[in-house]
């Protein structure tokens, strides 16, 4: 097996499943991940998850995934739609870079319809729940296989 695929989730996903399920769902963070974990299994990859609440933490992450990563999926949360910081980090990545999103803030707030990870990011997922994590790991599997073979 080859490197990992890293997921990462930002500020307040720890609390997923709590509040605001018509918008967020009823799963839990744990299983996001296991849904993860399981979609990646069958596609032959293995899978780094990790949430913090903190901008930094999330940099340093992003930096470890230059060299430890095959791939990164990040739902950055509200971190998306404040943080050059975290767009300087993702832009010195060479991998692809999966943005998710449970919800689609695309139909949401106006501040909620510009993320400037997206300006990194190789494609987004968003809207489909705890699904779009999933569709997320399809993605990435398949980018790492194009790459592998051309
Ligand atoms: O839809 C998404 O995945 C978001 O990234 C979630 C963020 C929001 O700021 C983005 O605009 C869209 C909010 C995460 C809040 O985390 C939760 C905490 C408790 C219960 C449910 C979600």
Wanted: net charge negative; charged share 20%; hydrophobic share 45%.
């Amino acid at each position: 097996m080859g490197k990992p695929i890293h997921v990462l989730s930002g500020p307040n996903l720890n609390l997923l499943g709590t509040r605001e399920p018509e918008i967020y769902g009823r799963e839990t963070l744990a299983d996001v991940q296991a849904r993860c974990e399981a979609r990646a299994a069958a596609l032959g990859h293995a899978i780094v998850f990790r949430q913090s609440n903190h901008e930094g933490q999330l940099i340093d992450w992003v930096q470890e995934a230059r060299t430890e990563a095959c791939a990164l999926i990040i739902n950055p949360a509200g971190y998306g739609h404040t943080s050059v910081a975290l767009l300087d980090a993702l832009k010195t990545l060479a991998i692809p870079i999966i943005e998710c999103h449970l919800s689609n803030p695309a139909a949401r707030e106006a501040f909620r319809r510009e993320t400037y990870v997206s300006l990194a990011a190789t494609g987004l997922v968003s809207g489909f729940g705890a699904a779009s994590y999933e569709l997320a790991v399809e993605a990435a599997a398949g980018l790492i296989g194009a790459r592998a073979s051309a």
